[in-house]
């Protein structure tokens, strides 16, 4: 089975700065999407960038980047020119592309990073 | 265009009680998916329904919980007999046919059985 895996429970970074959220994952496929997202404290889910595992180049978004090492099973996340809105919770997510379980593919999440923006 | 609309936003329940959880998806979309979200952890998947069928429900607990979304109106995850370790918030995730994308998500309910 999939897993995802966020070792750090919370990080923190000055207004203006870059932070970097790390992310690992395990599977046996060749092909899946990775996601993040980003939770305020209003709850609501939100999707910061995504990327496709066929495709070598980093998907950019703004101010927010990824580094995807799909050899070491890796995708971490980059948020440039912090700002005190991107203060949040920050989920990484995979999905299969052929499905899980036999669905079109459920997102297995990771137990997320709370980030802090110091002003 | 509205987003995913889910509904009641908070919800309190005594043990025992019944709890329904309604999602109206985004204009367009036919898939529904209902995640649930324990304190301090991230989201685990529960149920996939497309209009009128359970497609993957491999992630719902094999009692109390059911899901349905009919031909017409929202999405309804129902828990009966909720017992305290229920409480958590319950979020819905819309696509539409066979997207590529991350889901679209609502803002979730949470649900505290007291």
């Not at chain 2, 304190?39 to 209009?51: A, I, N, R, S």
């Amino acid at each position: 089975a999939q897993t995802v895996t966020q070792s750090q429970p919370e990080m923190s970074v000055q207004e203006a700065e870059t932070v970097t959220l790390s992310c690992t994952y395990d599977t046996s496929e060749s092909d899946y999407y990775l996601f993040w997202y980003k939770q305020p404290p209003s709850r609501q889910m939100i999707l910061v960038i995504r990327q496709e595992a066929y495709k070598q180049q980093n998907a950019t978004e703004n101010r927010f980047s990824v580094n995807f090492q799909k050899a070491a099973k890796s995708f971490s996340l980059k948020i440039s020119d912090s700002q005190l809105g991107d203060a949040a919770m920050y989920f990484c997510a995979y999905r299969s592309v052929r499905g899980y379980g036999g669905s079109q593919g459920n997102l297995i999440f990771g137990k997320g990073t709370k980030l802090s923006v110091k002003p | 265009n509205a987003g995913v609309m889910q509904n009641p936003r908070h919800l309190v329940r005594r043990r025992g009680q019944e709890a329904r959880l309604r999602c109206s998806p985004m204009k367009g979309h036919s898939h529904v998916y209902w995640y649930r979200q324990l304190p301090e952890e991230g989201l685990k998947f529960m149920v996939y329904l497309q209009k009128e069928n359970i497609i993957d429900e491999s992630g719902m607990p094999k009692e109390r919980f059911s899901a349905e979304f009919p031909k017409e109106g929202p999405s309804i995850l129902r828990i009966q007999q909720v017992v305290r370790g229920d409480s958590a918030a319950y979020f819905c995730a819309s696509s539409p046919r066979q997207s590529n994308y991350g889901y679209t998500f609502g803002s979730g309910t949470r649900l505290t059985v007291v």
